[in-house]
């Protein structure tokens, strides 16, 4: 088993800036990718960005050049770094991880971003 504790969210002004925060603690040994998923009220959950152990990063075209992904392995901590808010970030913000060779994944409690116009 794997828990994902995110941090971080919060109201933020549009061109503003938040950092979101995912400790990861139990099996972790076990994880190879880690990523941010997003859900707005309406809309399914969506991949924001992700990032391999080796480092290895993937993002969503809507935020490339705004946001980036870190992880800090020895803190087993992941990091979304997101600049230039804009109020269509406005979500709930989901830690995610996956398994090393399964189906297996592991979802966060979620945090909420809001950006206001």
């Known amino acids: 088993q794997v828990q994902l504790v995110e941090s971080g969210g919060g109201l933020v002004q549009a061109g503003g800036s938040l950092r979101l925060s995912c400790a990861a603690s139990?099996?972790?040994?076990?994880?190879?990718?880690m990523g941010w998923y997003r859900q707005a009220p309406g809309n399914q959950r969506e991949l924001v960005a992700a990032?391999?152990?080796?480092?290895?990063?993937n993002y969503a075209n809507f935020v490339k050049g705004r946001f980036t992904i870190s992880r800090d392995n020895a803190k087993n901590t992941v990091y979304l770094q997101m600049n230039v808010l804009k109020p269509e970030d406005t979500a709930v913000y989901y830690c995610?991880?996956?398994?090393?060779?399964?189906?297996?994944?592991?979802w966060g409690q979620g945090t909420q971003v809001t950006v206001s116009s």
């Open positions: 995610n991880a996956k398994v090393f060779g399964s189906a297996r994944q592991y």
């Open positions: 139990g099996n972790i040994l076990s994880i190879n990718t």
């Open positions: 990032i391999t152990i080796s480092g290895s990063t």
